[in-house]
């Protein structure tokens, strides 16, 4: 109980496709990744907005990821530039209100990889957590 206390909480938006993907794979390998995250699965990254961002670090967020197809292979051809774009906007937001740009960040699954999700949640959390120490 107390190593779940020290971990971050992570809030992933994932896109239905190989950002949900991978992490149900991750849920089927049974890989820890030493995290406490809560998904929520959207249609696709493109549908993600500021507000929704905003609403999870209000919530108690510390991070907050968001897990998408790779460009070139995004089902509607628009989500991982939508998602960028948004992401730029959300950090001017997150430096207005006091919060670390850096507790925000997209990021991709190639082909709904297990081990590529593991990584990516893996690595997000450890730069919150040197964020905690800095």
Do not use: K, N
């Given at each position: 109980m107390a190593e779940m206390d020290t971990c971050p909480r992570v809030v992933v938006f994932a896109c239905n496709w190989e950002g949900y993907r991978g992490l149900e794979e991750l849920?089927?390998?049974?890989?820890?990744?030493?995290?406490?995250?809560?998904?929520?699965?959207?249609?696709c990254l493109a549908r993600l907005h500021p507000g929704l961002i905003l609403k999870a670090f209000q919530a108690g967020a510390e991070g907050v990821l968001a897990l998408g197809c790779s460009p070139d292979?995004?089902?509607?051809?628009?989500?991982?530039?939508?998602?960028?774009?948004?992401?730029?906007?959300?950090?001017?937001?997150?430096?207005?209100?006091?919060i670390a740009p850096t507790r925000l960040a997209v990021d991709s699954?190639?082909?709904?990889?297990?081990?590529?999700?593991?990584?990516?949640?893996?690595?997000?959390?450890?730069?919150?957590?040197?964020?905690?120490?800095a």
């Open positions: 849920g089927r390998a049974r890989l820890g990744v030493g995290v406490q995250v809560r998904v929520v699965r959207l249609p292979r995004c089902h509607f051809g628009v989500g991982g530039e939508h998602a960028q774009a948004l992401t730029r906007q959300a950090s001017e937001l997150l430096h207005l209100l006091g699954v190639p082909e709904g990889s297990a081990t590529a999700c593991a990584e990516r949640i893996a690595s997000f959390a450890r730069g919150l957590t040197d964020g905690r120490r």
